[in-house]
């Protein structure tokens, strides 16, 4: 069981905005800022957004990222066939000596 | 260009030993954490533990602790993870990232090993 819970299941169709949530507690998200990654099948996973809500160089501003409490969320707007991939957020978790912590990734389908 | 290079896929049998590499290039390699990432089939990505090469100090997930080794040498830019004792449960996928503190971002990731476990 992950310590970051996300919906296993998303969908949407093209142009459409979906949102993916990610829930934590407070010594992980609550505490700290929120990555988003993205696993297409056969490639290494690829940063989407860092520090909850910012955009590497490359990455359209159709991926938008936000946080409220101890929840992220991960919107796409403008939904293309190829952002059909898996999600995952990841946080540091301060507990212990510290650790990263992922969510169980959400599998977007563009129907 | 900044490049994290895995070694290839290995095929073991339960109870058999185990050490994956990790190649930085095109950067500072005692500048930067190295990660390392696991997944399952048909699972999510699982954070194992992190090194910091430059004195390697290792932070170990609980769920991984004891059960891997992350080491790094440092004079060949590399970082290994090692298996004593390979169970068929950890047939994977196994990414390494690289960041430069050790709660800062996984910007750049190797391709990936896989390695499959045979009981």
């Known amino acids: 069981q992950s310590v970051l819970t996300q919906p296993p299941s998303a969908s949407g169709t093209p142009g459409q905005r979906v949102t993916i949530s990610c829930s934590g507690s407070s010594s992980s998200i609550g505490s700290n800022t929120v990555n988003w990654y993205q696993l297409l099948p056969g490639t290494a996973p690829k940063l989407l957004i860092y520090s909850t809500d910012q955009r590497p160089s490359g990455v359209p501003d159709r991926f938008s990222g936000s946080k409220s409490g101890t929840s992220a969320s991960l919107a796409i707007s403008r939904l293309q066939s190829a952002d059909e991939a898996e999600y995952y957020c990841a946080a540091w978790d301060d507990r212990l000596n510290g650790r990263w912590v992922f969510g169980g990734g959400t599998k977007l389908t563009v129907l | 260009e900044v490049q994290l290079v895995q070694s290839g896929a290995e095929e073991k049998k339960a109870g058999e030993s185990l050490r994956i590499s990790c190649k930085g290039s095109?950067?500072?390699?005692?500048?930067?954490?190295i990660t390392w990432v696991r997944h399952m089939p048909g699972k999510g990505l699982e954070w194992m533990g992190q090194?910091?090469?430059?004195?390697?100090?290792?932070n170990y997930s609980p769920s991984f602790q004891g059960h891997v080794t992350i080491s790094a040498a440092k004079s060949i830019s590399t970082a290994y993870l090692q298996w004593s004792s390979l169970m068929a449960s950890d047939t994977a996928i196994y990414y390494c990232?690289?960041?430069?503190?050790?709660?800062?971002?996984?910007?750049?990731w190797g391709q990936g090993t896989l390695v499959t476990v045979s009981s």
């Open positions: 090194i910091d090469p430059s004195d390697s100090y290792t």
């Open positions: 990232a690289r960041h430069r503190s050790r709660n800062s971002l996984f910007q750049h």
């Open positions: 095109g950067y500072s390699f005692i500048s930067y954490w």
